[in-house]
């Protein structure tokens, strides 16, 4: 695509002139920019792909002390962005811009649905196959998602989410697809815009889920259980975390610490935040914060896994005593107990 704008950003300049330089040069030349600014300057060079001779020329002519080699190179897009990007970090660190490019530009072809209400969203994906909503929704901020989602009829919402815990790369051609048609439905003017791959997947669910009011969560889960079980784990084991202890109030703490053994106990609070040793050791009695000290004074080097499943039992009994509706886990956006 030919570039035709008048002006380009500073931003676009600097990728135009990154364009017209051999990698290796253009590579010692991103390296003087930090990583945050190499991927803004990574993204305007994945949107202009082609740029017009008459357009470049009047960017380079800013860079004085740039040698400029005959001729203008048309070079851009994502190819050519990602081998610029590893000669200038490295292949590990090049794919980790890549992603977060990837992330920062997805989503913008729905920029269009950031004022939708939640009613206006629903009458619009009326009639849509689940994974085309999922694809809309996962490009939505969560905040925004929630009530779409929460919305929906039971088998379609289970289908939903499914598909959006599921979902793998979407080409751009696919996405800009679906949102030039909701934006046609929409009546909306706004030219489209071109994305980057996106990514679907369990967070975006969970992030989506915790959002979501008790009865949803619930029948969501209840939904994924039948489908999928080990999906439904997963999700569920998301949504709470060891550090989700401090949410909890001081007597629904203590009834977590009477069924841990403090052997198993001692080992999840390894490498633990702060708060969450406090807390643990404020609703202990002093003779089994004693028995705990002399666990953990005897602990070694532990693996991950080791103190990754020990957390993991002390979720399981968080969840089944939820489930009971012996105690209460504060959900997002409710105030936080810390003790």
Request: net charge negative; aromatic share 2%; glycine share 6%.
């Given at each position: ?142 905040e925004q998602a929630s ?5 929906l009829d039971d088998s ?184």
């Amino acid at each position: 695509m030919n570039a035709v704008a008048e002006a380009l950003t500073g931003t676009q300049k600097v990728a135009v002139v990154l364009m017209n330089m051999d990698q290796v040069r253009a590579a010692e030349v991103l390296k003087q920019f930090s990583e945050a600014e190499a991927e803004e300057i990574t993204a305007e060079i994945i949107r202009l792909r082609r740029v017009d001779p008459t357009v470049a020329e009047r960017a380079i002519a800013e860079f004085h002390e740039i040698t400029v080699k005959g001729g203008w190179n048309a070079r851009g897009g994502r190819d050519f962005a990602a081998g610029l990007l590893e000669a200038t970090f490295g292949s590990e660190r090049a794919a980790g811009v890549m992603n977060r490019v990837a992330s920062s530009m997805a989503g913008k072809s729905f920029e269009f649905l950031d004022t939708a209400e939640p009613g206006q969203m629903r009458t619009l994906l009326d009639g849509e196959l689940p994974q085309t909503i999922a694809l809309v929704l996962a490009h939505l901020r969560p905040e925004q998602a929630s009530p779409v989602l929460a919305g929906l009829d039971d088998s379609l919402r289970t289908d939903v989410a499914q598909c959006i815990a599921t979902m793998g790369t979407a080409t751009p051609e696919a996405v800009r697809v679906v949102a030039d048609t909701l934006k046609v439905r929409a009546g909306a003017v706004v030219a489209s815009r071109e994305t980057v791959e996106v990514v679907g997947g369990v967070q975006p669910l969970v992030e989506i889920i915790n959002r979501a009011d008790v009865s949803t969560e619930r029948a969501l889960l209840e939904g994924l259980e039948l489908r999928d079980p080990e999906l439904a784990e997963e999700v569920r084991s998301r949504m709470l975390t060891f550090a989700d202890i401090v949410k909890l109030e001081r007597k629904d703490v203590q009834q977590v610490l009477r069924g841990i053994d403090v052997a198993v106990l001692a080992i999840a609070m390894k490498g633990s935040l702060e708060n969450v040793t406090e807390v643990i050791r404020t609703n202990l009695s002093e003779r089994n914060r004693e028995i705990l000290d002399d666990e953990i004074a005897n602990l070694g080097p532990m693996r991950m896994s080791q103190v990754e499943e020990a957390r993991a039992d002390i979720v399981r009994a968080i969840r089944n005593l939820e489930a009971e509706g012996s105690i209460t886990v504060q959900r997002a956006d409710e105030d936080e107990y810390v003790y």
